[in-house]
């Protein structure tokens, strides 16, 4: 009678840490700890560049942005800068540069992983400044799902630039947060 005690006690411990084996993380099994991202926020700055000179006739501009974070938690201390730049062609004057967008940005991290976002945004004119709110959502890679909020300020484009030869280019902050 104590040997069978003993056997179901034993058979009832085996099956107990069966169950809690298979019901660990795959993670768990590997020695791989899973990633815990928690929001991340960013500062840096953006660089624009407009070819050929924005003027106040609209007309098909090439522009490039270079945009570098060179300050960011995510609160597991992995990603602590990034980056991110775009080529795009449209229609504008100095008079309409603050209408509405949607691009898909690719933010690159120190990790050597990415963020792809798709992105809406528009600008406002305050006090002598252009201020873009970008908001979207990371539809691949890291921080997938997550909500994205990016705020650029630049210099508004000045009355004499956009008369003359046109308004080439301007650099000014940015922040995002990843949530």
């Not at 411990?13 to 993670?27: E, G, K, R, W």
């Not at 700055?45 to 501009?61: F, N």
């Not at 938690?73 to 991110?84: A, N, P, R």
Request: proline letters at 4%; aromatic letters at 6%; hydrophobic letters at 35%.
């Amino acid at each position: 009678m104590a040997l069978k005690r003993a056997w179901t006690r034993s058979a009832a411990l085996a099956t107990a840490l069966i169950a809690l084996v298979s019901t660990a993380p795959a993670s768990a099994s590997t020695g791989e700890r899973p990633r815990q991202d928690g929001p991340l926020q960013c500062q840096g700055t953006e660089s624009v560049s407009y070819r050929p000179g924005v003027t106040l006739k609209p007309r098909d501009i090439a522009i490039t942005t270079h945009g570098r974070f060179t300050r960011c938690t995510d609160g597991t201390g992995e990603v602590t800068s990034g980056s991110y730049e775009e080529h795009f062609t449209l229609s504008a004057g100095c008079n309409d540069l603050l209408e509405g967008f949607t691009t898909r940005r690719t933010f690159t991290w120190n990790t050597g992983d990415s963020s792809v976002a798709e992105l809406s945004g528009s600008s406002t004119a305050v006090a002598g400044q252009v201020v873009t709110t970008i908001t979207g959502t990371v539809a691949e890679g890291r921080f997938r799902g997550r909500t994205v909020v990016q705020v650029i300020t630049l210099p508004q484009p000045g009355v004499l630039e956009c008369l003359a030869t046109g308004f080439t280019g301007a650099t000014g902050v940015t922040t995002l947060a990843v949530t």
